[in-house]
């Protein structure tokens, strides 16, 4: 399965749970008055009001490079994560605000078997389609379903806190309930800072991990023509990675040959899943140009 179906088919899928779970919490909250379900009610609602906007966005971000879009349009997808916790945000306020309120009115309700057994059944769909959608991140490299496979963590806690308020409620501690709508809420928006917190670097090209850096150093040192790099350079645009640098080759190479080797490295470091484009550069052993320094001694190697 590509890249474009694969995260398409995952969007659409938890667009499906999250509605098929605000009917669920909704109906119980509706016969219940749970304070608890109703705040997870609306957790799940706009958990679904983002998996649509994840949906759009990863339509959008899936189309095929065009001649305004070379590089295609993946570099908007940090942008549909931000969407994301803007939801995220909006709806922990909501929830916090209905909690305070009960516990200060002392309006709480007793969701009792219904809320228990919704709750329940919620943590345990969420916690697998967590698990689904961080593998289906990691394999595609997709931040945006990175940050939806967050919020399904987050939302198996907030559940799991909900569900012990509902518990405590029914045994005989009623404002459990509305107390545990507070803690859903902290849940909800802490989630939200995680996922503005992993999608920064995107946007303001930041560098990757150091193994990705390093897996670059090895790749391109791994041709036997080539005598040593410098001047590496990975950073991210978007979701991928674009990288430069130098490469150090005899002097007195023909043309076709420091073609060729260039030709070799490139596509060596662009079968990197992370990697996008990859630009380089030829320099003559000879000359010495590359920097000297401490921070470039792993990168002036000769093999």
Same mark, same amino acid.
């Given at each position: 399965?590509?890249?474009?179906?694969?995260?398409?088919?995952?969007?659409? =899928?938890?667009?499906?749970?999250?509605?098929?779970?605000?009917?669920?919490?909704?109906?119980?909250?509706?016969?219940?008055?749970?304070? %608890?379900?109703?705040?997870?009610? #609306?957790?799940?609602? /706009?958990?679904?009001?983002?998996?649509?906007?994840?949906?759009?966005?990863?339509? #959008?971000?899936?189309?095929?490079?065009?001649?305004?879009h070379p590089h295609?349009?993946?570099?908007?997808?940090?942008?549909?994560?931000?969407?994301?916790?803007?939801?995220?945000?909006? /709806?922990?306020?909501?929830?916090?605000?209905?909690?305070?309120?009960?516990?200060?009115?002392?309006?709480?309700?007793?969701?009792?078997?219904?809320?228990?057994?919704?709750?329940?059944?919620?943590?345990?769909?969420?916690? =697998?389609? $967590?698990?689904?959608?961080?593998?289906?991140?990691?394999? $595609?490299?997709?931040? /945006?379903?990175?940050?939806? %496979?967050?919020?399904?963590?987050?939302?198996? =806690? *907030?559940?799991?806190?909900?569900?012990?308020?509902?518990?405590?409620?029914?045994?005989?501690?009623?404002?459990?309930?509305?107390?545990?709508?507070?803690?859903?809420?902290?849940?909800?928006?802490?989630?939200?800072?995680?996922?503005?917190?992993?999608?920064?670097?995107?946007?303001?090209?930041? %560098?990757?991990?150091?193994?990705?850096?390093?897996?670059?150093?090895?790749?391109?040192?791994s041709h036997p023509?080539?005598?040593?790099?410098?001047?590496?350079?990975?950073?991210? #645009?978007?979701?991928? #990675?674009?990288?430069?640098?130098?490469?150090?080759?005899?002097?007195?190479?023909?043309?076709?040959?420091?073609?060729?080797?260039?030709?070799?490295?490139?596509?060596?470091?662009r079968d990197i899943?992370?990697?996008?484009?990859?630009?380089?550069?030829?320099?003559?052993?000879?000359?010495?140009?590359?920097?000297?320094?401490?921070?470039?001694?792993?990168?002036?190697? *000769?093999?």
């Amino acid at each position: 399965m590509n890249r474009n179906t694969a995260l398409r088919r995952v969007g659409i =899928l938890v667009l499906g749970i999250n509605g098929a779970l605000v009917v669920a919490k909704g109906g119980v909250y509706l016969s219940t008055g749970s304070i %608890a379900v109703g705040s997870e009610a #609306v957790n799940s609602l /706009a958990d679904g009001v983002y998996s649509l906007v994840v949906v759009a966005g990863l339509y #959008v971000t899936t189309q095929p490079p065009d001649p305004d879009h070379p590089h295609g349009h993946e570099r908007i997808e940090p942008f549909v994560s931000l969407f994301v916790a803007l939801g995220i945000f909006g /709806a922990g306020i909501a929830v916090l605000y209905n909690a305070v309120r009960s516990i200060l009115t002392g309006s709480v309700a007793v969701g009792g078997l219904p809320a228990i057994a919704v709750l329940a059944g919620a943590a345990v769909v969420k916690y =697998l389609l $967590y698990r689904y959608c961080l593998r289906m991140s990691q394999t $595609y490299h997709s931040p /945006a379903i990175e940050a939806t %496979a967050l919020d399904n963590r987050a939302d198996v =806690l *907030t559940a799991g806190a909900a569900l012990v308020g509902v518990i405590g409620a029914s045994v005989g501690w009623p404002v459990l309930d509305p107390v545990a709508g507070a803690v859903v809420s902290v849940g909800i928006m802490y989630t939200g800072v995680e996922i503005v917190i992993d999608n920064f670097g995107y946007l303001v090209g930041g %560098a990757p991990p150091e193994e990705l850096r390093d897996e670059i150093v090895d790749r391109a040192l791994s041709h036997p023509d080539v005598e040593g790099i410098h001047d590496v350079v990975p950073h991210y #645009v978007g979701p991928e #990675v674009d990288v430069s640098l130098h490469i150090e080759i005899e002097g007195d190479r023909s043309l076709i040959d420091a073609h060729d080797i260039e030709t070799h490295v490139v596509e060596s470091i662009r079968d990197i899943p992370e990697v996008d484009d990859v630009f380089v550069h030829l320099d003559p052993k000879e000359l010495g140009e590359w920097k000297e320094s401490d921070e470039e001694t792993d990168t002036n190697e *000769t093999n």
